[in-house]
């Protein structure tokens, strides 16, 4: 598998038959087509940057196949990215980077997916992009909800068109969506669980209605259209710490539904699981400003790992390989969406 950025003007042969795990058949490597429509002005589709998350190629061969034969609305580049992790069904293939941790304005790399990502910028920056959609799969229980990396009218319109729940981020650092936000609307669109036809059908037909808007709208936001949170500590399990679900042989045992948490404003005190460490810490917690925060929100008591604080976490797993690779959960808070200061309540 080629790891060199291929650039087409036309969808290939036998493309949209294709699945996720069967893209190499036909493409190969990362590749970045760009199909013209009545305005010019594209939309930016990212899929497939972590190889599991097969929802954003379904929504965008469902969109392509209804337009089969048809002229497109608006022209589109589609990036189809991580074709060999998708391949073996994986986030990643071993020992490779996190393509949405590679983005100009990251932490700077020279590594190939480095490379074939800043080509991807720079040829959509020249094209001054109408907006920029990328999608994602959760891998625990999550809404199906969108998020930005910037505080702006036009981000929150294009986000609220997917769902009302929007979160705001600035870490992890190199991300697709913080990099195109320097030069066009960028929004990721977090689509539940992959292989769910819901989160299918609900990205096609957002891409279809991007696709057919004039313009973003830049008046604000009503606040009760919207539910802003955002992301204030990134949690992992320590290094060298083992862990499981439910019952289990190892330095922590998480609740056995620790994903049904997601976007729950938890009380303080709720139980994360058990763990064998003693007093000593076995998850950390780090801020945006990369500060270990984690006794403000977590301690050990009776051997149990409970939250100090209410803390609403998102994206907590039942997927070990994952909470290795990335991370266990975010911890967020609400915030008003017309001064963009959270809620004291939130994180009291």
């Not at 069904?89 to 949405?100: C, I, K, P, S």
């Not at 590594?111 to 992009?129: C, E, F, K, Y």
């Not at 096609?204 to 500590?233: G, K, W």
């Not at 019952?247 to 609740?255: L, S, T």
Request: charged share 20%.
């Amino acid at each position: 598998m080629e790891t060199r950025l291929t650039v087409l003007d036309r969808i290939p042969d036998e493309l949209l038959d294709r699945s996720a795990d069967q893209l190499a058949e036909v493409l190969p490597g990362p590749t970045l087509i760009h199909l013209e429509g009545r305005q010019p002005q594209p939309l930016f589709v990212s899929v497939l940057q972590h190889g599991n998350e097969f929802t954003g190629w379904e929504a965008a061969r469902a969109l392509l196949s209804a337009y089969a034969g048809k002229q497109l609305p608006r022209s589109l580049s589609l990036f189809i990215a991580n074709i060999g992790a998708a391949q073996q069904r994986l986030r990643t293939t071993a020992g490779q980077v996190d393509f949405n941790r590679s983005w100009p304005g990251g932490v700077r790399m020279d590594t190939d997916i480095n490379r074939v990502l800043r080509q991807v910028s720079d040829a959509m920056r020249a094209r001054h992009p109408f907006a920029s959609v990328d999608i994602h799969n959760t891998s625990g229980l999550n809404p199906h909800y969108s998020a930005i990396t910037r505080i702006a009218n036009r981000m929150f319109h294009l986000a609220t068109m997917f769902a009302r729940t929007v979160v705001y981020y600035t870490r992890p650092p190199g991300t697709q969506a913080a990099c195109f936000s320097e030069f066009c609307p960028a929004v990721v669109l977090e689509c539940g669980q992959a292989g769910q036809a819901r989160g299918e059908n609900h990205a096609r037909d957002y891409l279809d209605a991007c696709l057919h808007m004039a313009e973003i709208p830049a008046h604000p936001v009503a606040s009760h259209d919207i539910d802003l949170f955002r992301t204030v500590a990134t949690v992992r399990v320590n290094e060298g710490v083992s862990f499981g679900f439910g019952e289990c042989a190892a330095d922590i045992c998480f609740e056995a539904d620790l994903d049904h948490m997601n976007f729950h404003e938890l009380p303080a005190g709720t139980s994360f699981g058990t763990s064998g460490n003693g007093e000593s810490a076995p998850i950390v917690a780090v801020d945006d400003f990369g500060t270990d925060i984690t006794q403000d929100l977590f301690e050990i008591v009776d051997g149990e790992i409970r939250t100090k604080r209410i803390l609403m976490p998102s994206m907590l797993t039942l997927d070990a390989q994952i909470v290795r690779q990335d991370c266990l959960c975010y911890v967020m808070e609400r915030m008003t969406i017309n001064t963009g200061h959270h809620h004291p309540e939130a994180l009291s």
